[in-house]
């Protein structure tokens, strides 16, 4: 029993375990069949060869350029180079790290040297990838924004060839827009580098809103010389003319009116006046300050001797005004009823009177000869809109009279 149970026993654990590497078996072969079947459909991707982009392609010194790569080492770091062999330049800008894609995006400033062909390059330490991108650096002046109020602080400059080492160069205003170098055009005047550039920031002067030029010298130039391009660099410049916006645009006098302005000289300030025609009616406010950007806001109030009509707010720094129309609104009254008898009630309602002021009710009574009498019945004060409502009595009145009206 023992020695039959002994076997019994080994039979059944071969039994077991011949299954279990069956089973092993079986499921390796299908593991690796199916391992050859996917590999049969899958084909190796072959990596991009890197490669460089620029925009834009050329600009001034101090340009903002982006360079995009594809195609470098997964989160690698690649090292951005301005490179010039002609001149002598090569000059290491920054480095950057790639994405998960072997892609990279980058932001960089073109460095200060003299203008000419050069090349953006990224190379990849330790590698053999390095890509190029070729850039050309313009001849000329640039501005950093080209339109602005009096008094906008304006940044001016670029390289040429004649500016290099260490020249002095005028930077202009040509505010007669003569063409010529009239006195006291030069805002500036400035020493470029050894490599020809110039940097230097500078105050938009007193002019009329219009399109202007900034210039910069090429080589010497004189009082009354001609601001032409063989002799200067120029860049466009548009002085904006200042504008107001009001708020109600129509009321009666006492009326408060926001006045907002915008594009005035820049941190100065505007005088608002009430103005007929060419005529000032009314000094509105004084010395109400603009900010950086050339613009304020105030609160003004129409007189309360101004009679109705179409009038002008106007502001102005002095140099250039901008306006608006406004309408002083005629007062008005209504009866209800149209007529009554001596002492019975009748209700007034007005517009348009002067805002939160007390204003008299009359009967006014034409007697004998066309001669007027008031007789007053009653004095209200008028609403933020300058109207009222009252009731009145109708009063005694004279038996001669051929006529009664009721007046305010």
Do not use: H
């Not at 654990?13 to 050859?36: E, T």
């Not at 339109?147 to 007669?176: H, L, M, N």
């Not at 005088?271 to 003004?300: H, Q, S």
């Not at 019945?377 to 109207?387: D, F, I, L, M, Q």
């Amino acid at each position: 029993m023992g020695r039959e149970g002994k076997e019994g026993g080994y039979y059944l654990i071969s039994r077991a375990v011949g299954k279990v590497s069956l089973a092993s078996m079986l499921l390796a072969i299908l593991l690796l069949s199916s391992m050859v079947g996917l590999a049969a459909l899958i084909k190796p991707v072959a990596a991009a060869p890197e490669s460089l982009t620029c925009s834009p392609t050329s600009g001034y010194v101090f340009t903002s350029v982006v360079l995009e790569g594809v195609g470098w080492g997964y989160l690698a770091t690649v090292k951005i180079y301005f490179n010039s062999t002609q001149r002598g330049v090569f000059e290491y800008i920054r480095d950057v790290t790639t994405n998960a894609t072997g892609g990279f995006k980058v932001t960089v400033s073109v460095p200060p040297v003299v203008s000419g062909e050069y090349t953006w390059y990224a190379v990849e330490p330790g590698t053999q990838r390095a890509a190029k991108a070729d850039f050309t650096v313009e001849e000329g002046i640039n501005l950093d924004r080209n339109e602005g109020p009096v008094g906008t602080i304006v940044r001016v400059y670029g390289s040429a060839s004649e500016w290099q080492s260490s020249k002095k160069v005028c930077i202009i205003f040509d505010k007669d827009k003569d063409g010529k170098l009239d006195a006291g055009e030069i805002l500036t005047n400035v020493t470029s580098t050894a490599n020809g550039v110039i940097d230097v920031y500078v105050v938009v002067p007193d002019v009329k809103g219009a399109p202007y030029y900034f210039y910069a010298n090429k080589t010497s130039i004189n009082i009354g010389g001609d601001l032409l391009p063989g002799n200067c660099y120029n860049a466009s410049f548009t002085v904006e003319s200042p504008i107001i916006t009001i708020s109600p645009s129509s009321g009666p006098v006492c009326s408060s009116v926001r006045v907002s302005g915008n594009y005035f000289k820049i941190n100065y300030l505007v005088n608002i006046t009430l103005m007929k025609g060419t005529t000032v009616e009314a000094l509105l406010a004084t010395n109400v300050p603009t900010n950086a950007t050339g613009g304020f806001r105030a609160t003004v109030t129409i007189p309360y001797c101004t009679e109705a009509g179409i009038y002008k707010i106007n502001a102005t720094d002095g140099i250039n005004s901008a306006a608006q129309d406004f309408e002083v609104s005629s007062p008005s009254i209504t009866v209800s009823p149209a007529s009554a008898m001596v002492g019975e009630t009748i209700t007034v309602e007005g517009q348009n009177f002067a805002i939160q002021r007390d204003v008299t009710i009359y009967f006014s009574i034409r007697r004998t000869g066309a001669r007027y009498e008031l007789i007053p019945v009653k004095t209200v004060t008028t609403n933020a809109a300058g109207g009222f409502r009252a009731t009145v009595i109708v009063p005694e009145v004279p038996n001669d009279n051929p006529t009664d009206m009721l007046q305010t």
